[in-house]
């Protein structure tokens, strides 16, 4: 072998080397993002049974907070409730024909 081939060899190990290095690099880089990603799946699906859990809690408060009104307005909305239902029970019997 001449001296210009050991030298195109030694060049060309060099090279796959770095390639090597590099690969490795970005295999270690895209292993780190698909765990990356798989925490902010896990954050996002956390987030969201949160979100429902405070709609829940702010729908039970708003109930609550209209069931403690004063007397007078408890009448107004008993008598609102009893037409809900009178609509609804002719609804049903329109239904039922």
Same mark, same amino acid.
């Given at each position: 072998?001449?001296?210009?081939?050991? !030298?195109?060899?030694?060049?060309?190990?060099?090279?796959?080397?770095?390639?090597?290095?590099?690969?490795?690099?970005?295999?270690?880089?895209?292993?780190?993002?698909?765990?990356?990603?798989?925490?902010?799946?896990?954050?996002? !699906?956390?987030?969201?049974?949160?979100?429902?859990?405070?709609?829940?809690?702010?729908?039970?408060?708003?109930?609550?907070?209209?069931?403690?009104?004063?007397?007078?307005?408890? !009448?107004?909305?008993?008598?609102?409730?009893?037409?809900?239902?009178? !609509?609804?029970?002719?609804?049903?019997?329109?239904?039922?024909?």
């Amino acid at each position: 072998m001449t001296i210009e081939q050991e !030298e195109l060899i030694r060049q060309l190990t060099y090279q796959v080397r770095l390639l090597m290095a590099k690969y490795q690099g970005l295999r270690k880089d895209a292993n780190d993002l698909v765990r990356e990603k798989e925490e902010l799946l896990e954050l996002v !699906e956390k987030q969201k049974r949160e979100i429902s859990n405070l709609e829940q809690q702010y729908t039970t408060a708003r109930l609550a907070k209209s069931i403690l009104v004063p007397s007078e307005d408890r !009448e107004i909305a008993k008598g609102r409730i009893k037409r809900i239902v009178r !609509e609804i029970d002719e609804c049903i019997a329109l239904l039922n024909r």
